[in-house]
């Protein structure tokens, strides 16, 4: 009896290549490629801040949209150090972080200002906030390109998060003194100008990495952080506004005091550290 070859189905050799683990040059089973959930779950919660603020901010509750903003800035703070903890940092969370930070420090803190005063202003006032905007997206693009030659000591320019607090900050201190923002459109044209144009600039701005956590320190050191958060809890907007202003000036203070006396602040990395592409800010 002549034997009769069985046929194979049209998608048998589709479906057997497509659950065969793929080797690398070692002959090794690679890894698939995914994302890391928790820090990225953090860095979705901020960016849905950033976007809980714009729309806050289209109804006119402003309260809930610079509350939002600073929400975002403690889960920024945070995606980082989940990562560094958890050994899942990737070249995927530093760019979502990036886009992220956008969303809540750049384009959040611009429109919500523009709602709440620079509409007054007619063109000059979407122009300051879009100064702002830009400015924040060049600081992020810079960060991230010059990430391997920059000081980790000093930010180059205000950051962004503290550039959106001082934004933020300004709007919530003048609603608490029952301001209305369009008749002060002026003052916040200026305050938006200066965190705009403070992010792009060389001015040399600590960032607090170098802060070693694990060392002990003195008993007063404890007294003073709950002597701040008994201080912060009084009136937050009267309390945290000047803190995110003398931060913003600092780094012009910094860098005038070291030119004064013929030693200018390098922000060029001197010494051989490990690079770290979970922090963007």
């Not at 750049?106 to 523009?114: E, F, I, K, S, W």
């Not at 907007?237 to 000036?249: H, R, T």
Request: hydrophobic content about 50%; aromatic content about 14%.
């Amino acid at each position: 009896m002549t034997p009769f070859t069985r046929r194979k189905k049209p998608g048998a050799k589709k479906l057997a290549r497509f659950g065969r683990r793929r080797l690398d040059a070692a002959g090794n089973p690679m890894r698939s490629r995914g994302i890391y959930l928790l820090p990225n779950a953090f860095t979705t919660a901020a960016l849905f801040c950033g976007f809980y603020a714009i729309v806050m901010a289209m109804n006119q509750r402003f309260e809930h949209a610079v509350w939002a903003i600073f929400v975002a800035m403690v889960l920024d703070a945070l995606d980082g150090r989940v990562a560094r903890l958890t050994n899942t940092q990737s070249e995927f969370g530093a760019q979502y972080d990036s886009l992220s930070d956008m969303v809540s420090f750049g384009a959040a803190p611009a429109l919500v200002m523009y709602e709440w005063s620079l509409n007054g202003l007619g063109k000059l006032g979407w122009i300051a906030a879009f100064v702002y905007c830009a400015g924040a997206a060049c600081r992020l693009a810079r960060f991230n390109t010059n990430i391997e030659v920059v000081d980790k000591r000093y930010f180059q320019g205000l950051p962004s998060p503290a550039a959106a607090a001082l934004v933020a900050g300004y709007i919530m201190m003048m609603s608490d003194l029952e301001f209305i923002g369009t008749r002060i459109s002026w003052v916040s044209f200026v305050v938006t100008l200066f965190a705009g144009l403070t992010m792009v600039t060389n001015v040399p701005f600590y960032s607090f990495k170098d802060v070693n956590f694990r060392k002990s320190v003195p008993f007063i050191a404890v007294f003073l952080i709950a002597l701040i958060f008994a201080l912060v809890s009084i009136d937050p907007p009267k309390v945290l506004w000047p803190i995110f202003v003398l931060y913003g000036l600092s780094g012009y203070a910094v860098y005038l005091w070291r030119l004064a006396k013929g030693k200018p602040v390098s922000i060029i990395q001197t010494d051989e550290e490990p690079l770290d592409h979970s922090e963007r800010s």
